[in-house]
C-alpha cells in the first residue's frame, strides 16, 4: 500500500504538462493506434499544453499587478484572502485523502466505464485535486477518513455525468471531437448555466440576437477581430489604473497575444488529440457497437476560444465590484482573480459562444461563487491549519476562489450529518444517475440538436 501510495504521489508532482501527454499516449496504446502513433500524439498534446500555459502566463504576468492596483483602487478590506488554486491543490494533494485520490479516482472512472454510467475517460489527472479538496474538507468536518472518500468519489462521479451531458456541445464550439471536460470546478458551472440559457430563451432581448465573435468581426471589420479586441481591452485597463504610456501600450500588446496564440495552442491539442478519438471510435465500434466515449480534459482548452477570455477580463473588474457592494461576500478575490476565465469557459459552449449570454452568466457565476468561497472559509482554513499550510502575510482566514463550488459544499454539508449524510449524498448520487440513464436518448437528442 505504502508502494502504491508512494508512486501516485510520485505521479501528482509531475503536474500536467508530463501527465497529459503520457496518459494520451497510454489511451493511445489502448486503443491500439500503434506505438509511435500514441506517442506522437502524446508529445504533440504536451506540445499544445505547454504553449497554453506559456500564454496563460501573461495573465499572470501582466494581469496580476492590474489587479492588485485594481484592488487597492476599490479600498477592499475584507477578512478572507482567497489564496488561489495553486494553494488549493496545494492543500487538497496534503490531506489524507489527497494521497490516495488519483488511484482511487481511477478505479471510480473504470467502475462507471464498464457498468456503462459514463463515456468519459478522464485522463486530466492533475485537476483530480478538485476531488481530493472536497474529500479534504468532508474530513475536517467529520474527521473521518471514509466519509471523505465517498465524499469525494460522489464529486467525481457527479463531475462524470456532467461531462458527459455538455460533451457535444464543448466539442460543437471547439471543433474538437470526442472530448468533454470533466474537471471539478467546469462542471459545477454547467447546471447554473444551463438553467440560465433557459431564461435567456424566454427574454425578448436576447431570445432572438446572437452576437458572437463572427457577429463582432462582421460589425467592426478588423476592430472586431480578436487580437484588436485583446489590444482595447489592454490599453482601457491600462488607462484605468493609471499605467504610463509604455505599459498601457505593453499591456495592450500583451493582450492581444492573449487573444490571438491561446486558439493557436488549442488547435495544437487538437491535432494530437484527433487520431487518439479516430483509434478510439475505430477500437470501440469493433467491441461495443452504439457505444461513444470521450477523453476528459482539463477546462483550459476551452480559454482559446476568443469569447471566454474576453469575458473572463472584462469579469476581473465586475468581481471585485461585486465583492464591495454584496452583503454575504466576506473574501477579497486576489490569487484566483487573473483566473476569471476559468470561472466562465463551460458558459462559451452552453450559450453557443453568444458574447452578452456570457457576460451576464459570468456576473451572475462570480456572485455564487463569492458566496460559497466565503461560506467555505471557515472549513477551509481548519483544513489549512490542520495540514501545516502557509498563510499568506497578514491572512488569518484563507479561502479560494476555485474552490467555491456549491456541488462540493452541498457535499461537505450532507457529510457533517455523518451517517444520515452519507445516505442523502448516496441518494442523490444514485439520482442522477437514475436521471441520466433513463432520459438519456432525449439527453443525446438535446445536445445534439444543440
Given at each position: 500500500?505504502?508502494?502504491?501510495?508512494?508512486?501516485?504521489?510520485?505521479?501528482?508532482?509531475?503536474?500536467?504538462?508530463?501527465m497529459?501527454?503520457?496518459?494520451?499516449?497510454?489511451?493511445?496504446?489502448?486503443?491500439?493506434?500503434?506505438?509511435?502513433?500514441?506517442?506522437?500524439?502524446?508529445?504533440?498534446?504536451?506540445?499544445?499544453f505547454?504553449?497554453l500555459?506559456?500564454?496563460?502566463?501573461?495573465?499572470?504576468?501582466?494581469?496580476?499587478?492590474?489587479?492588485?492596483?485594481?484592488?487597492?483602487?476599490?479600498?477592499?478590506?475584507?477578512?478572507?484572502?482567497?489564496?488561489?488554486?495553486?494553494?488549493?491543490?496545494?492543500?487538497?494533494?496534503?490531506?489524507?485523502?489527497?494521497?490516495?485520490?488519483?488511484?482511487?479516482?481511477?478505479?471510480?472512472?473504470?467502475?462507471?466505464?464498464?457498468?456503462r454510467?459514463?463515456?468519459?475517460?478522464?485522463?486530466?489527472?492533475?485537476?483530480?485535486?478538485?476531488?481530493?479538496?472536497?474529500?479534504?474538507?468532508?474530513?475536517?468536518?467529520?474527521?473521518?477518513?471514509?466519509?471523505?472518500?465517498?465524499?469525494?468519489?460522489?464529486?467525481?462521479?457527479?463531475?462524470?455525468?456532467?461531462?458527459?451531458?455538455?460533451?457535444?456541445?464543448?466539442?460543437?464550439?471547439?471543433?474538437?471531437?470526442?472530448?468533454?471536460?470533466?474537471?471539478?470546478?467546469?462542471?459545477?458551472?454547467?447546471?447554473?448555466?444551463?438553467?440560465?440559457?433557459?431564461?435567456?430563451?424566454?427574454?425578448?432581448?436576447?431570445?432572438?440576437?446572437?452576437?458572437?465573435?463572427?457577429?463582432?468581426?462582421?460589425?467592426?471589420?478588423?476592430?472586431?477581430?480578436?487580437?484588436?479586441?485583446?489590444?482595447v481591452?489592454?490599453?482601457?485597463?491600462?488607462?484605468?489604473?493609471?499605467?504610463?504610456?509604455?505599459?498601457?501600450?505593453?499591456?495592450?500588446?500583451?493582450?492581444?497575444?492573449?487573444?490571438?496564440?491561446?486558439?493557436?495552442?488549442?488547435?495544437?491539442?487538437?491535432?494530437?488529440?484527433?487520431?487518439i478519438?479516430?483509434?478510439?471510435?475505430?477500437?470501440?465500434?469493433?467491441?461495443?457497437?452504439?457505444?461513444?466515449?470521450?477523453?476528459?480534459?482539463?477546462?483550459?482548452?476551452?480559454?482559446?476560444?476568443?469569447?471566454?477570455?474576453?469575458?473572463?477580463?472584462?469579469?476581473?473588474?465586475?468581481?471585485?465590484l461585486?465583492?464591495?457592494i454584496?452583503?454575504?461576500?466576506?473574501?477579497?478575490?486576489?490569487?484566483?482573480?487573473?483566473?476569471?476565465?476559468f470561472?466562465?469557459?463551460?458558459?462559451?459552449?452552453?450559450?453557443?459562444?453568444?458574447?452578452?449570454?456570457?457576460?451576464?452568466?459570468?456576473?451572475?457565476?462570480?456572485?455564487i461563487?463569492?458566496?460559497?468561497?466565503?461560506?467555505?472559509?471557515?472549513?477551509?482554513?481548519?483544513?489549512?491549519?490542520?495540514?501545516?499550510?502557509?498563510?499568506?502575510e497578514?491572512?488569518?482566514?484563507?479561502?479560494?476562489?476555485?474552490?467555491?463550488?456549491?456541488?462540493?459544499?452541498?457535499?461537505?454539508?450532507?457529510?457533517?450529518?455523518?451517517?444520515?449524510?452519507?445516505?442523502?449524498?448516496?441518494?442523490?448520487?444514485?439520482?442522477?444517475?437514475?436521471?441520466?440513464?433513463?432520459?438519456?436518448?432525449?439527453?443525446?437528442?438535446?445536445?445534439?440538436?444543440?
Amino acid at each position: 500500500m505504502n508502494l502504491i501510495i508512494d508512486t501516485f504521489d510520485y505521479i501528482s508532482n509531475l503536474g500536467s504538462i508530463v501527465m497529459v501527454p503520457v496518459m494520451i499516449a497510454i489511451v493511445g496504446l489502448f486503443f491500439r493506434l500503434g506505438i509511435m502513433k500514441s506517442i506522437r500524439a502524446g508529445v504533440m498534446v504536451g506540445i499544445g499544453f505547454i504553449g497554453l500555459n506559456l500564454v496563460l502566463n501573461l495573465i499572470w504576468d501582466y494581469v496580476g499587478p492590474v489587479t492588485t492596483i485594481l484592488i487597492d483602487k476599490f479600498n477592499l478590506n475584507l477578512s478572507v484572502v482567497d489564496a488561489g488554486w495553486p494553494a488549493a491543490a496545494g492543500l487538497a494533494f496534503a490531506t489524507r485523502v489527497g494521497v490516495v485520490i488519483i488511484p482511487f479516482i481511477i478505479l471510480v472512472n473504470i467502475l462507471l466505464l464498464f457498468t456503462r454510467q459514463t463515456k468519459t475517460v478522464n485522463i486530466d489527472i492533475w485537476n483530480y485535486w478538485h476531488y481530493a479538496f472536497t474529500g479534504g474538507v468532508i474530513m475536517t468536518v467529520t474527521g473521518n477518513f471514509w466519509y471523505g472518500l465517498f465524499g469525494a468519489a460522489a464529486h467525481a462521479i457527479i463531475a462524470l455525468k456532467i461531462a458527459d451531458l455538455s460533451a457535444k456541445r464543448v466539442q460543437n464550439e471547439l471543433g474538437i471531437p470526442g472530448v468533454s471536460i470533466p474537471q471539478g470546478f467546469a462542471i459545477t458551472t454547467v447546471p447554473i448555466f444551463m438553467l440560465l440559457d433557459k431564461v435567456y430563451d424566454r427574454i425578448p432581448g436576447l431570445k432572438n440576437r446572437r452576437i458572437d465573435s463572427e457577429a463582432i468581426n462582421k460589425k467592426l471589420g478588423i476592430m472586431g477581430e480578436p487580437l484588436m479586441i485583446g489590444l482595447v481591452l489592454g490599453i482601457i485597463l491600462g488607462l484605468v489604473v493609471g499605467y504610463d504610456g509604455k505599459n498601457t501600450v505593453e499591456l495592450g500588446i500583451a493582450m492581444a497575444a492573449l487573444m490571438l496564440l491561446l486558439p493557436r495552442m488549442v488547435k495544437v491539442i487538437m491535432e494530437g488529440l484527433v487520431p487518439i478519438s479516430d483509434g478510439a471510435k475505430t477500437f470501440l465500434q469493433k467491441r461495443f457497437k452504439g457505444t461513444e466515449f470521450y477523453i476528459g480534459l482539463d477546462s483550459a482548452i476551452l480559454l482559446g476560444h476568443s469569447n471566454t477570455i474576453t469575458v473572463g477580463i472584462l469579469l476581473i473588474p465586475i468581481a471585485l465590484l461585486l465583492a464591495m457592494i454584496l452583503p454575504f461576500n466576506t473574501t477579497l478575490p486576489f490569487g484566483d482573480l487573473a483566473a476569471t476565465s476559468f470561472f466562465i469557459a463551460m458558459a462559451t459552449p452552453i450559450h453557443r459562444g453568444d458574447f452578452f449570454r456570457t457576460l451576464i452568466s459570468g456576473t451572475v457565476m462570480m456572485a455564487i461563487i463569492l458566496a460559497v468561497a466565503s461560506y467555505f472559509a471557515p472549513i477551509i482554513t481548519e483544513t489549512a491549519i490542520n495540514t501545516g499550510f502557509q498563510f499568506p502575510e497578514e491572512a488569518t482566514k484563507i479561502t479560494a476562489l476555485s474552490a467555491g463550488n456549491w456541488i462540493a459544499y452541498l457535499i461537505a454539508m450532507f457529510a457533517k450529518l455523518k451517517v444520515i449524510g452519507v445516505l442523502i449524498i448516496a441518494v442523490l448520487v444514485g439520482g442522477v444517475l437514475f436521471f441520466f440513464r433513463k432520459n438519456r436518448s432525449e439527453i443525446s437528442e438535446t445536445e445534439n440538436n444543440n
